[in-house]
């Protein structure tokens, strides 16, 4: 599986005309080697060329398990805590002869410090940005992938239930979130995909908003957005509850969100365009009078990172294909009332789409 994915990076690389792959640990290293490894002080930088094999800056406490592990022929370029990482990155960068060659590192995750000592020892190197050359090989997922997206759902809509059950008035939004931590693990998770969101009363019209403490009342809607990790691969669920009866419009409001949800998941299809699937769900919004309160896209690709391509939102014609996964998530906020978000994690088939969150939908549910 790893060298089937190093050889489309490769592939990649020729098309780009990408000399090497800088990659730090993060999403894109753990799909092209396996490992987790963690962002921390001491630099770990892995290289990719177009031909021939990889090599590694690490530390020296980390050589050890990457050396006995690597699913892959690879050159580490070890250095200690005494001598600092410098004499590494010179030494690597000697040996692949980077000075002046065309490099592609992560915008969005290589640091300032990594950046300087690549620009000081391979002058001239020209780096380029490879977020999106390794996002088209992520996009679509295979086989295993896809069980352990399952998992990862599985995992959360059973301790989504265990708290969903135990919502009423006089409970604070930090206490369902701790509670809801200490369900995932129980259920199995790995870990979490993001720090659970849990919007109550007024403070659910803001769609990340952060648990102050704030006390369910009677009538309040409850929207919680979760997910776990399990083998690397994230899940992502919104639903929303109620505190007992609520109000009419929040009723009509919720209401309209799932027909929304369900119009975007029901567009979804190879040859469709992502934005065409926005268009969908946020039609039904717009219609009811709601478009200026929905305030976010309709949707973001899900696997080893929480928010990855594809963008299900307006200006994204890249086409769907089978084995892309991603969020439907519509949603309307309404100032100082409440909101209402219903979010469900899709696959594209051959056929169509398949719906692989699996948690009730059809009402509000809460206790009065």
Known sequence: MIEKRLQGLRQQQATHDLDYVALMPGANLRYLTGFNLHLYERPIV??????????????????????????FEAELFVYS??????????????????AGKRLGVEFLNMRVLELKQLEQYAPGCQTLDAGGVISELRMIKDAEEIEHMRQAIRITEQALQEVADA????????????ELKIAF???????????????????????????SGRVIEPGDLIVIDCGVTYQGY???????FA????????EQVYEIVKEANAAGRA?????????????????????????????????????LEIHEPPYIVEGNEELLQPGMTFTIEPGIYLPGQGGVRIEDNVLVTPQGAETLTTFPRDQLRGKG
């Not at 994230?234 to 929303?240: E, K, L, N, P």
């Open 46 to 71: 892995f290289f990719f060329p177009q031909e021939g094999h990889p090599a590694s800056i690490v530390p020296t406490l980390e050589a050890p398990r990457i050396e006995a592990n690597l699913p």
């Open 81 to 98: 805590d005494e001598e600092g990482h410098q004499p590494a990155f010179e030494r690597a960068c000697r040996a692949l002869n980077l």
């Open 167 to 178: 919502i009423q008035p006089g409970r604070a939004d930090s206490e369902i979130a701790a």
């Open 185 to 211: 693990l129980r259920a199995g998770a790995e870990g979490m995909s993001f720090e659970p969101i849990v919007g109550v009363g007024p403070d659910s019209a803001s769609s990340h908003v952060v648990p």
């Open 234 to 240: 994230a899940a992502d669920i919104t639903r929303t």
């Open 243 to 250: 505190a007992g009866p609520v109000a009419p419009q929040l």
């Open 267 to 303: 567009a979804v299809r190879p040859g469709v365009s992502a934005q065409e699937v926005d268009r969908a769900a946020r039609q039904v919004i717009t219609q009811a009078g709601y478009g200026e309160y929905f305030v976010h896209r309709t949707g973001h690709g899900l696997g």
